[in-house]
């Protein structure tokens, strides 16, 4: 056997190292952020769902708040709640990833494993994903392991692997709506190249359709007993028919800097990397072309939305998933392979100080709203409290579902209620299935959300009460409106 040169035999255990370090790093900072991060207000949402279990929700179908509310029937500290689901999520990752690099390299290469897990976490979007409560930490995991069944289908041709595939793109579609984009580009890329990787029967792929329509039907019950509340929403009321130029150039502008900054512009700038990769086979290889097409039909599905509606950067999450155990060969060199990490790592940190000690806006001047609103809990609910007592009235109203939601979780107070002006929300179809709504209440809005004509009809008179002032230092992070409304 050939022995290994002297420089190998020393690159290779100070590299085991270096990437156990950076592991280690990427890891404190997942733990630092479990433990000391504020709820963000998406988070509260989807926790109160799954304190109301039902067959979907008007956002999203249901299977993440399904998952979450079996961790809230053992735990009962709510804050670990939110946060446990995505480690565990973030975990069956880890494993699938050692499982498929091990295919591959047809041993357990510690390095390539390593190095795998590391490049992953350092996606701001797939670290940040895997420590917050949204369904996204599911859907990744669970395109995850579809994705490695495709994998093995594609280099065994054996057809129980593929219907595992189906099964659990089947749970992802219950999650979040987007995964659709994953499937129906598998689905095209199959159909059009069927002979050529020895793709299913047609037979097959009708039943594949089937199993997936069926485990949708929790999703189709919902909707048929609330007005197709769900579909409505996100086919029609998010979309706008007369987007102007500007609008439409803002909305890609928007959408691919999210995608620039979220996936990692080294990862962004590599890609190309991936039709040059001649060690693989060509069973391996089909795999990789069905994902590069599923990358660009999705890409190009989020662009064409873009002349209707904001398209937010995480829905072409789906997409690149089928690549994260190629970034190896994707992001080829050391050199850019350590910036990806070290730019992951510096975006993770800023985005942990932001959230949970001090907004790094206010170092400029400014602060984002969706920042603002994680701070001064405290003080918000013993105000609102004191109203409630002064003015003997027990009903809360917000005017945002994000300002609500919090109040929620930090006060549990389950009477609080939600009326936003420009969209419905979980909130509506909540009040509309009790055919209730409270007769004095006190309403908090801010600037961004001020009260609007829905707050107002239900009201016979409005009347300002206060502002409720939350500072950092001598620094103003938030100003919230508390009005009292009255029914005579």
């Known amino acids: ?24 790093l990427f890891l404190i900072i997942k733990g630092l952020f479990v433990v000391y991060a504020y709820p963000l207000p998406d988070e509260a949402y989807y926790w ?16 993440a ?6 961790f809230l029937s053992s735990l009962d500290d709510k804050d670990i709640v939110i946060r446990a689901l995505p480690l565990v999520s973030f975990g069956i990752v880890v494993i699938t990833m050692i499982l498929w690099q091990q295919y591959m390299h047809r041993k357990l290469d510690y390095i390539a494993c390593l190095r795998s897990i590391v490049l992953f976490l350092g996606f701001p979007i797939f670290s940040i994903f895997s420590s917050i409560s949204f369904p996204d930490h599911l859907l990744i995991m669970l395109l995850f392991v579809s994705s490695f069944f495709l994998f093995l289908y594609f280099e065994k041709n054996e057809i129980h692997y593929w219907y595992f595939a189906v099964l659990v793109f089947s749970l992802a579609l219950l999650t979040k709506y987007n995964a659709i984009l994953f499937g129906l580009g598998v689905l095209i890329y199959v159909l059009f190249n069927r002979q050529k990787i020895k793709g299913p029967p047609y037979s097959v792929i009708i039943i594949s359709t089937i199993i997936i329509f069926i485990m949708q039907m929790p999703v189709l019950f919902w909707n048929l007993n ?5 579909f409505s929403f996100h086919l029609n009321e998010r979309l706008d028919d007369d987007t102007d130029i500007t609008t439409v150039l803002k909305n890609i502008a928007a959408f691919l800097s999210g995608v620039l900054v979220a996936f990692s512009p080294i990862f962004i700038f590599n890609l190309i990397n ?3 990769s001649p060690i693989y086979s060509t069973k391996i290889k089909n795999f990789l072309t069905m994902s590069c097409f599923v990358l660009v039909i999705s890409t190009t599905f989020c662009l064409f939305l873009c002349f209707f509606t904001n398209v937010l950067y995480y829905w072409l999450t789906p997409a690149i998933v089928t690549l994260i155990p190629f970034l190896n060969d994707i992001i080829k060199t050391k050199m850019w392979q350590y910036f990806h990490i070290f730019y992951g790592i510096l975006i993770s940190l800023i985005l942990f100080i932001n959230i949970s000690f001090y907004p790094i806006g206010l170092i400029f001047g400014s602060i984002d709203r969706e920042t603002a609103i994680l701070f001064g809990w405290d003080k918000i609910i013993k105000v609102i409290g004191e109203e409630k007592k002064q003015q003997g009235i027990e009903e809360v109203v917000f005017s945002d579902y994000r300002l609500g939601s919090l109040y929620i979780f930090y006060s549990g107070d389950f009477k609080a209620d939600v009326v936003m002006e420009k969209r419905r929300t979980q909130f509506d179809v909540w009040r509309e299935q009790k055919n209730s709504f409270g007769t004095n209440s006190l309403i ?9 004509k829905k707050i107002l009809s239900r009201f016979d008179s ?9 500072q950092i ?7 919230y409106h508390v009005f009292l409304g009255t029914n005579t």
């Open 1 to 24: 056997m050939t022995k290994q040169p002297l420089y190998i035999q020393i690159i290779r255990p100070s590299e085991i190292v270096l990437l156990l370090f950076l592991l280690l």
């Open 48 to 63: 109160l769902w799954s304190k109301k279990l039902d067959l979907s929700y008007f956002d999203h179908p249901p299977l």
């Open 65 to 70: 708040t399904w998952a979450q509310a079996f």
């Open 226 to 230: 609330n007005n197709f509340g769900s």
């Open 274 to 276: 991936i039709l040059y």
């Open 444 to 452: 908090i809005s801010d600037k961004d959300f001020p009260i609007g």
């Open 462 to 470: 409005i009347e300002f009460l206060r502002d409720i002032e939350i």
């Open 473 to 479: 230092g001598n620094k103003l992070v938030r100003k």
